[in-house]
């Protein structure tokens, strides 16, 4: 696409519509919007009942894991900058970036969803934190699972749009490209769930031998099928994506990227107030 051409795409303004703003953005506005009011009745309840705890059950002080939260937390946020940079990419006509961007913020989306089933998991086996064992439980595990479920369908998002920047202009009616895009997704997929893994096996080596190199190895030593096998769908992932001539994707599909930013966006925001008012809260005194 010609710098002639790219000047001409206006990335905020729709003149085709009445409000100036393109439709897809219009909408994803509104979703947002309803999700706001949808989470803050989740938080606001939840600080309600905190404020009325019942005795015999353990404090949340108890319970949480601040380093791992916050490990997540900057995850989460550093997923945030790389969603931008993609969207900055698209805008510039620069697929090959926005395709490195929209890998690197899918990945730190599962390295958070990773963090976030380990905690969970914890809660429940260890500290015996359950949906039906207290109130908090119940505010808790439906708040912050809401948020992860929203970060899920972002991931899952993600994916579809990674795998969307490979459709070739002439079409789709190509077997072989369809084929390669089952393989290219069934990589995609296998790399995640690999991911997840590690997440979860890193965080519990962590957890039990402490920021150490014993923990690292421990790690290493028994994980070493989930490692090799995430360096064979990384390398393949590589070579699926690269590029093998013009495709149906570019400057004119930036409000779809710029539509998944503001969704990505909103659940990393809405992850910052839980953050606070549900964790750093409970160690603020006299609260």
């Given at each position: ?21 393109p439709n ?11 999700d706001c ?101 119940s505010t ?148």
């Amino acid at each position: 696409m010609s710098h002639a051409a790219a000047g001409a795409i206006d990335h905020h303004h729709d003149p085709s519509t009445s409000t100036g703003i393109p439709n897809k953005k219009l909408f994803m506005w509104a979703f947002l919007a309803s999700d706001c009011m949808f989470f803050g009745s989740l938080i606001s309840t939840h600080l309600v009942y905190r404020l009325n705890p019942i005795e015999g059950n353990p404090g949340p002080t108890d319970l949480f894991d601040i380093e791992l939260t916050s490990f997540s937390t900057f995850i989460l946020l550093m997923s945030s900058l790389m969603m931008a940079l993609s969207v900055s990419a698209i805008q510039k006509g620069n697929i090959s970036s926005t395709r490195r961007c929209l890998l690197t913020t899918m990945f730190f989306g599962l390295i958070f969803l990773g963090c976030q089933v380990y905690e969970f998991s914890h809660f429940v086996h260890e500290k015996g934190l359950t949906l039906s064992s207290s109130i908090f439980g119940s505010t808790f595990y439906v708040l912050t699972g809401t948020h992860g479920c929203h970060v899920a369908v972002g991931v899952l998002w993600l994916a579809l749009m990674y795998v969307r920047t490979f459709k070739p202009a002439g079409g789709v009616s190509s077997m072989a490209w369809l084929g390669k895009t089952l393989l290219h997704s069934a990589a995609l997929v296998l790399t995640m769930v690999l991911l997840v893994d590690l997440t979860l096996g890193l965080v519990h080596a962590i957890a039990e031998d402490g920021l150490s190199g014993a923990a690292f190895a421990h790690f290493a030593g028994s994980h070493v099928v989930s490692l090799a096998a995430t360096v064979v769908t990384v390398f393949g992932l590589k070579v699926l994506g690269k590029d093998r001539g013009a495709v149906d994707f570019g400057e004119a599909h930036a409000i779809d990227v710029e539509s998944m930013g503001l969704y990505w966006h909103f659940v990393d925001i809405v992850w910052i107030v839980i953050f606070t008012v549900v964790y750093l809260v409970e160690y603020v005194p006299l609260i």
